[in-house]
């Protein structure tokens, strides 16, 4: 079984500050695939940043960036310079099998 | 090019009645996925179809939710009788290729309470 966990149900920075978001999770799939979705209030989920499990460089997209810890089944999520666009809930992801296992979420608020 | 559709956007029923929920997923998107969201947990897989085919099945809760999707385009989800634990959002998503990989794109979801 695959399970995703996202231990911070809420979080608030200020504008500008970088905030870490973790998410562990446990498979035993060899070839499997990570992610991280936002979902902007009253908005549809969309896909943030994506990891790909046989690579060791971690995946950046622009102010988003992640740390992919393999052995320790660890995949948080760093935005940089946060800004006010960026309060969502944020859900972390795992696949292997094509449909999605997602975490329990995180709300994150950027605070003005 | 318009993304995954759902109606309706909210759906307030009673114990025991019936309620159909639809997807338009984006067009020439093979792939289509049903997820809930129980209120404060995690988001659950439902199904996958490829086309009109039922790919995988695994995570439909129970013999009330029944999952259509004629001439591989829009699909319904059918729940009959609902019960009160059947209240939460429900989500379709669909891609286009048939990997692992590829991106699932969310629509916005049906928020369901049954009372």
């Known amino acids: 079984a695959q399970t995703v966990t996202q231990s911070q149900p809420e979080m608030s920075v200020q504008e500008a500050e970088t905030v870490t978001l973790s998410c562990t999770y446990d498979t035993s799939e060899s070839n499997y695939y990570l992610f991280w979705y936002k979902q902007p209030p009253s908005r549809q989920m969309i896909l943030v940043i994506r990891q790909e499990a046989y690579k060791q460089q971690n995946a950046t997209e622009n102010r988003f960036s992640v740390n992919f810890q393999k052995a320790a089944k660890s995949f948080s999520l760093k935005i940089s310079d946060s800004q006010l666009g960026d309060t969502a809930m944020y859900f972390c992801?795992?696949?292997?099998?094509?449909?999605?296992?997602f975490g329990q979420g995180t709300r994150l608020t950027i605070n003005p | 090019e318009a993304g995954v559709t759902q109606f309706p956007s909210h759906s307030v029923i009673e114990k025991g009645q019936t309620v159909t929920l639809r997807c338009d997923p984006i067009?020439?998107?093979?792939?289509l996925y049903w997820y809930r969201r129980v209120m404060g947990k995690e988001i659950k897989f439902l199904l996958h179809?490829?086309?009109?085919?039922?790919?995988?099945e695994s995570g439909m809760p129970n013999n009330r939710f029944l999952a259509e999707r004629t001439g591989g385009t829009y699909s319904t989800l059918k729940v009959q009788p609902a019960e009160l634990e059947d209240s939460g959002v429900y989500f379709c998503?669909?891609?286009?290729?048939?990997?692992?990989?590829?991106?699932?794109?969310f629509g916005p979801g049906t928020r369901l309470t049954v009372l």
């Open positions: 992801a795992l696949t292997a099998l094509q449909k999605l296992v």
């Open positions: 067009s020439g998107h093979d792939n």
């Open positions: 179809f490829v086309k009109e085919s039922k790919q995988d």
């Open positions: 998503a669909s891609s286009q290729e048939h990997t692992v990989v590829d991106e699932q794109f």
